[in-house]
């Protein structure tokens, strides 16, 4: 216990609403999770399951905005997957969030044996790892969690698909200039995309793109105005405080 408080910080998000233990090297809890989380669609009731959750930030935050939703977290690290557990009960969420440690790619049998059936989740949400990076970190967990190849969209997508019930929906956070291949992945299998651009000021490139699918739709693709974090000034927008420091959902209706 005292080796991990002392390679582990305990951190306020939400605007406190969210404590979650994470180690001080590697993948850290951030602006992507909260965004992820806050652009996930669920009602009360339904299962919605977070894959490659690390800590789990984004589930958490889901699991504190929709009252009654049920979250598995899913990741591939064990020690991560154990402080997501514990991050669960340090919020008194553990009665609707549960951690299991399962890779991704895992079989159809693999994620049944933990509790994940096809069909079982109204949402799953994910942050894959999205860079490809020119020299890999040294760190394992931080390269886990951020090196992207080839075939990381389509790797995530297909459990994605195969865990969604008939009009599941899944929500993803990914580098804007990967736009194309997010698309290109979610073509045969999705539909009713919607694309929400994520930038950092004003009159700057997107960064991120937050993208929303439906399971089997053929609704046509919807872009969004974008998301601004931050002012001219570079002071947060409202809108970035009301989502990231007041837990409120964003929306990707267009509307």
Do not use: Y
Not at 119 to 127: H, Q, T
Not at 214 to 242: H, I, M, Q, V, Y
Request: hydrophobic content about 50%; charged content about 20%.
């Amino acid at each position: 216990m005292l080796a991990e408080k002392a390679e582990t910080s305990e951190d306020a998000v939400l605007g406190g609403r969210l404590v979650l233990r994470q180690p001080l090297r590697g993948h850290r809890v951030g602006h992507d999770a909260i965004l992820l989380a806050a652009a996930a669609v669920a009602a009360s009731g339904d299962h919605a399951v977070d894959l490659g959750s690390g800590v789990g930030g984004a589930g958490l935050a889901m699991a504190r905005r929709i009252q009654g939703l049920n979250v598995t977290l899913v990741e591939i690290d064990p020690a991560l997957a154990a402080l997501a557990a514990g991050n669960a009960q340090r919020n008194g969420l553990s009665d609707r969030v549960r951690a299991v440690h399962l890779d991704v790619v895992s079989s159809t049998a693999d994620f049944i044996a933990a509790g994940l059936a096809p069909g079982s989740a109204a949402c799953v949400l994910m942050n894959p790892p999205f860079n490809v990076a020119q020299q890999p970190s040294p760190d394992r967990a931080r390269r886990t969690a951020h090196a992207a190849t080839d075939e990381t969209l389509q790797q995530w997508l297909r459990p994605a698909m195969r865990l969604l019930r008939g009009d599941g929906v899944v929500t993803l956070i990914w580098r804007a200039d990967g736009l194309a291949d997010v698309l290109a992945a979610l073509n045969k299998d999705f539909g009713a995309i919607t694309v929400l651009p994520v930038h950092p000021k004003p009159g700057a490139a997107a960064i991120r793109v937050l993208v929303r699918a439906t399971k089997a739709s053929r609704a046509p693709l919807a872009l969004l105005p974008g998301f601004l974090l931050a002012d001219a000034d570079g002071k947060p927008t409202a809108a970035a405080e009301a989502v990231l420091r007041k837990g409120e959902a964003l929306s990707l209706t267009g509307n």
